[in-house]
């Protein structure tokens, strides 16, 4: 991709509304444009990153579900069915915004918070016989909560991007050992998109569903709004709600736990019958009878509080830094010519060309090594050098390649780190080879 073919300008300054990490770089960085508190638009590096956070997520969950998308509106019968039109607090409705509009129709929704009413009417069309037990649903889509506190950036937004699943078994054991399951697709989730070492199953209570524990996935960060307990032999982590609990009943001692901010990312817990009674889903069992309900578990994973989170643990101050799984590119050439086709111009063009070919497939011909291909973003831009350098430290690509006079009278150019900001100065006709080696220190 050429930089003067992006749409994207830097900012110098902080957006003097937004007080968190993640809201001021992304913004500055021109990866999101706030329409209003807690609601933003994703520009073309965001929803790169975006995009790259959902398909590790899709990853994970095709081994455990199969994916497919709810509408965002539903009818305000589901939701009085089920008893929580009047109880979530959260809430938002959609109905005409003028008088023209409601001359046509004067009718109102239900803007989707959660998917319960949605996905239970559906499973019930598939689940008729124990035959066709488990199965499961997941989707990423974007949600909506009148949210009170809309002022951490991605972290807690009025509309944001999650992935909910929802799991139908015929006993509790089976759900339970499916719930197993779903805790190491999380987790195998969390370790692909960089998360891995500082997220913690943590151990919550069940909420309004059941008296049973759910598990919340909590990543420590400075600017998290809950507090986990880590016990330091064990690697189990607690929330506040089950600390006391565990305290009382498990022989658990407080000098044994390290207290921790942290960012709840994803949860599992189990809904028992709630949905599938409030809608009157029985199934026929082996014995030929219809009245047995099935269990049901919800998981959910939020993809853009993810990207915040990113932001928050691993920004500096000089701007983002992603891990490679997620970047928008694998590197930037930061090119420092003076004018098009200049010494400096004509290298960058030659190493953009030759990092973009596709990679060989065997058998090779003439002897020729296997090349990976990167996703490569050239800053073909004629701007003085402090301005790219500056923007390629604040867009956070793993791996620069910057090129300028003074190196190229030496046949040299610079590869910078950019998660460490080591750099390493190699020959032009060496750069493919130390790449493909660098490549591996990138985290």
């Known amino acids: 991709m050429l930089h003067s073919k992006l749409f994207l300008k830097t900012k110098k300054e902080a957006p003097s509304d937004e007080v968190a990490k993640n809201a001021i770089l992304l913004d500055r960085a021109n990866f999101i444009y706030k329409e209003m508190a807690g609601v933003y638009s994703y520009l073309p590096m965001g929803l790169k990153v975006l995009n790259k956070i959902e398909n590790l997520i899709r990853k994970q969950m095709d081994t455990i579900g199969n994916e497919i998308t709810m509408s965002s509106l539903a009818p305000k019968e589901l939701w009085e069915k089920t008893g929580r039109l009047e109880e979530v607090d959260v809430l938002f409705k959609a109905s005409a915004a003028n008088e023209n509009s409601k001359n046509k129709s004067s009718n109102e929704y239900v803007l989707n918070s959660t998917h319960e009413e949605l996905i239970t009417p559906i499973a019930l069309e598939f689940g008729k016989s124990y035959k066709d037990f488990p199965f499961a649903y997941y989707q990423i889509q974007t949600k909506f909560r009148n949210e009170p506190r809309a002022k951490s950036g991605l972290l807690r937004g009025r509309e944001f991007r999650m992935k909910d699943l929802y799991s139908f078994h015929l006993t509790q054991e089976d759900f339970e050992d499916y719930y197993e399951k779903a805790k190491v697709a999380y987790m195998n989730f969390f370790k692909e998109v960089g998360l891995g ?6 151990s919550a209570s069940g909420g309004d569903f059941t008296d049973k524990l759910s598990h919340e996935f909590q990543v420590v960060c400075d600017a998290g709004e809950d507090i986990i307990y880590l016990n330091k032999n064990s690697g189990t982590a607690y929330n506040k709600e089950v600390l006391e609990i565990e305290l009382k009943n498990n022989n658990l001692k407080v000098e044994d736990l390290e207290e921790l901010k942290a960012c709840e990312v994803g949860n599992i817990f ?18 030929n009878q219809k009245n047995v309900v099935p269990h049901m578990g919800c998981y959910g994973i939020g993809s853009s509080r993810i990207m915040g989170v990113l932001v928050e643990k691993f920004g500096d101050e000089k701007g983002l830094v992603w891990p490679k799984a997620v970047a928008p590119f694998d590197i930037e050439i930061v090119s420092l010519h003076k004018e098009k086709n200049d010494k400096v111009y004509e290298v960058s063009k030659n190493v953009y060309q030759m990092l973009n070919r596709p990679p060989l497939t065997p058998p090779y011909q003439g002897g020729e090594e296997y090349s990976k291909k990167y996703e490569v973003l050239w800053d073909d831009r004629e701007l003085s050098a402090g301005v790219k350098l500056n923007d390629a430290d604040l867009y956070g690509i793993p ?7 003074k190196n190229l009278e030496e046949n040299l150019v610079e590869i910078k780190l950019r998660h460490t900001g080591e750099v390493v100065k190699v020959k032009v006709e060496d750069l493919e080879k130390e790449l493909m080696s660098l490549w591996q220190k990138v985290f």
């Open 399 to 405: 791996m620069q390649i910057i090129i300028g006079t």
């Open 270 to 287: 189990t809904l028992e019958d709630r949905f599938t009674k409030s809608f009157n889903f029985q199934y026929t069992n082996v014995d």
């Open 197 to 202: 070492e500082s997220t913690f199953i943590t």
